[in-house]
């Protein structure tokens, strides 16, 4: 199969999957209800909560920059800025696409050494975004596993039902499928290196020696308590631009749903600051999911934790979490439109 074709089929099979969770967490909404509440929230939180999202990729593009100043004291917190911006477009395209395409951006403006090498190769930038990865994937284990220990009479069944839980049904057809790919993988890796035995080993072993060195360019930063500084003011802004659509949904008229719905919106409008790292949690899970942009996967989870938690019905909770995910999607492609643009002119 040729590399286009290759692309075309992970482009339609990813965005099928997407169709198929946007189809069944909307399949029970009605649309006049739907778009009645939405125009009678609180749109004032919304927009606080876009900011709240730019700034979260500011502080993620200064974060970052800490990691690649060991390899290249060159680089610029605008280069890093315009690569987060620019990979959140590529990953509305194809899952995981952005954080290949942040790196390849940080090569290519990257400065040279004295030979005119790159000092920010691409291999070095990629170790330095799996770095990055690792501690943001540290970060909701450590609220998971705080919210369950503090918590767990409250969220606990969430976690232990509906995510873990769920998962655990399909691990015995998840785990048999893994080890064929697995096995066929090998198989063919163990054939191409046959073949091309010293030219494809020390390629694999520069390549590998590159991300390592990617990799421990945390050892090596200056003010390395700026990094914890920058993730924790990340999360911050997470947990903030959750909390801002709790209280615009608060605004949501209950005439807008409906006979009955009053009950449920009082519910929504008790909702808390608790409640939002509970929800913003929940809804970190959905970057798991091979889907673009998180279309589909956010929007179940997020309706399942509230209606499981709160009992709130799925036709309210569909709201809360197309308010949650379309306003950060919307500022995604505000800043990753700028970023782009400035890069064509700046060519």
């Known amino acids: 199969m040729k590399e286009d074709q290759k692309k075309i089929l992970k482009y339609l099979i990813s965005g099928a999957f997407a169709l198929v969770l946007l189809y069944f967490s909307f399949r029970e909404v009605q649309w006049e209800q739907f778009m009645g509440a939405m125009k009678t929230c ?3 939180y919304v927009l606080l909560a876009m900011a709240a999202g730019v700034f979260s990729f500011w502080l993620r593009a200064r974060r970052w920059r800490m990691l690649l100043l060991p390899i290249d004291p060159g680089t610029s917190t605008l280069s890093c800025l315009n690569a987060v911006n620019i990979s959140y477009l590529a990953n509305m395209v194809l899952p995981r696409a952005g954080e290949l395409v942040r790196c390849a951006y940080i090569t290519k403006n990257s400065s040279r050494d004295s030979s005119g090498k790159k000092l920010a190769s691409y291999d070095k930038a990629l170790g330095t975004m799996v770095a990055e990865r690792l501690w943001d994937l540290a970060m909701v284990l450590l609220l998971m596993a705080l919210i369950i220990y503090v918590l767990w009479g ?21 785990t048999i499928m893994l080890v064929l790919v697995a096995a066929v993988i090998a198989f063919l890796a163990a054939v191409i290196a046959l073949r091309n035995r010293g030219r494809l080993w020390g390629k694999a072993w520069n390549f590998l020696k590159g991300m390592g060195q990617g990799l421990s360019s945390c050892l090596k930063m200056k003010h390395g308590w700026m990094f914890i500084v920058y993730t924790i003011g990340i999360w911050l802004c997470y947990w903030m631009m959750c909390l801002f659509i709790v209280w615009a949904a608060r605004g949501i008229d209950p005439a807008s749903l409906g006979e009955g719905a009053g009950a449920f919106i009082a519910k929504m409008q008790d909702l808390d600051g608790v409640d939002a790292l509970f929800l913003m949690t929940a809804g970190a899970f959905s970057s798991l999911i091979p889907v673009p942009g998180g279309f589909g996967a956010f929007h179940y989870i997020v309706a399942t934790a509230l209606q499981s938690v709160y009992g709130i019905p799925w036709n309210i909770g569909i709201i809360f979490a197309t308010l949650s995910h379309e306003s950060q999607i919307l500022t995604q492609v505000i800043c990753g439109g700028i970023s782009y643009f400035w890069e064509t002119l700046r060519k």
């Not at 409250?154 to 399909?170: D, M, P, V, Y």
């Open 154 to 174: 409250r969220f606990g069944s969430f976690f232990s039902e509906q995510l873990l839980g769920k998962a655990g049904q399909g691990i015995r057809f998840s």
């Open 42 to 44: 609180d749109w004032g």
